[in-house]
């Protein structure tokens, strides 16, 4: 049975990044079939350099943090998102290996779904420097449902020591 979009409207909270190919041109592309094919994105974070997160040595990423506003219900979102990640060239071979494209779902209005495809808010957030710093950028004071924090608390908490550097010159079109 297919899942149908749900009536009411929601505010997703996304990560894209991608280490492969043209990262920035990759982000851009993603953007728009999320808008086209998800709903309207509101905001978009500047880009972001960050030192990859994992057991694997790999190149730096490119990433950036998304506000959508969209009537698809949660599984059909993170669907609809890896059907975009795989149209891409995304090939999942390692965990947290590199990749030309991921687009995680980082937080969802106020829920809290853990399900087993899906898990909002994205259970690693608070650990992530690479996806705060975007997500602060474009949305300090959105309250974490679970540990009840906003965006910029768990920015100032978190102790990941990765590098991440907005990237300079990018004018976001």
Same mark, same amino acid.
């Given at each position: 049975?297919?899942?149908?979009?749900?009536? /009411?409207?929601? +505010?997703?909270?996304?990560?894209?990044?991608?280490?492969?190919? +043209?990262? =920035?041109?990759?982000?851009?592309?993603?953007?728009?079939?999320?808008?086209?094919?998800?709903? #309207?994105? @509101?905001? /978009?974070? /500047?880009?972001?350099?960050?030192?990859?997160?994992?057991?694997?040595?790999?190149?730096?990423?490119?990433?950036? #943090? @998304?506000?959508?506003?969209?009537?698809?219900?949660?599984?059909?979102?993170?669907?609809?998102?890896? #059907?975009?990640?795989?149209?891409?060239?995304?090939?999942?071979? =390692?965990?947290?290996?590199? +990749?030309?494209?991921?687009?995680?779902?980082?937080?969802?209005?106020?829920?809290? @779904?853990?399900?087993?495809?899906?898990?909002?808010?994205?259970?690693?957030?608070?650990?992530?420097?690479?996806?705060?710093?975007?997500?602060? =950028?474009?949305?300090?004071?959105?309250?974490?449902?679970?540990?009840?924090?906003?965006?910029?608390?768990?920015?100032?908490?978190?102790?990941?020591?990765?590098?991440?550097?907005?990237?300079?010159?990018?004018?976001?079109?």
């Amino acid at each position: 049975m297919a899942e149908k979009a749900s009536n /009411s409207i929601q +505010r997703a909270y996304l990560l894209m990044g991608g280490n492969l190919g +043209r990262p =920035e041109q990759q982000l851009l592309r993603a953007r728009q079939l999320i808008h086209t094919r998800c709903g #309207a994105v @509101l905001l /978009s974070s /500047s880009m972001y350099s960050t030192a990859a997160w994992g057991p694997i040595e790999q190149p730096p990423f490119l990433n950036q #943090a @998304l506000i959508l506003s969209t009537h698809l219900s949660p599984t059909l979102l993170m669907t609809t998102l890896l #059907a975009i990640e795989e149209e891409m060239g995304r090939v999942r071979t =390692e965990k947290m290996g590199p +990749r030309t494209i991921d687009i995680d779902i980082l937080l969802l209005d106020q829920q809290i @779904l853990d399900l087993p495809e899906l898990k909002v808010p994205h259970p690693l957030l608070p650990q992530r420097r690479f996806a705060l710093m975007p997500l602060e =950028e474009i949305a300090p004071f959105l309250v974490h449902p679970v540990l009840k924090k906003n965006i910029r608390q768990l920015l100032n908490e978190c102790n990941d020591p990765g590098d991440v550097q907005k990237k300079a010159g990018w004018l976001g079109e």
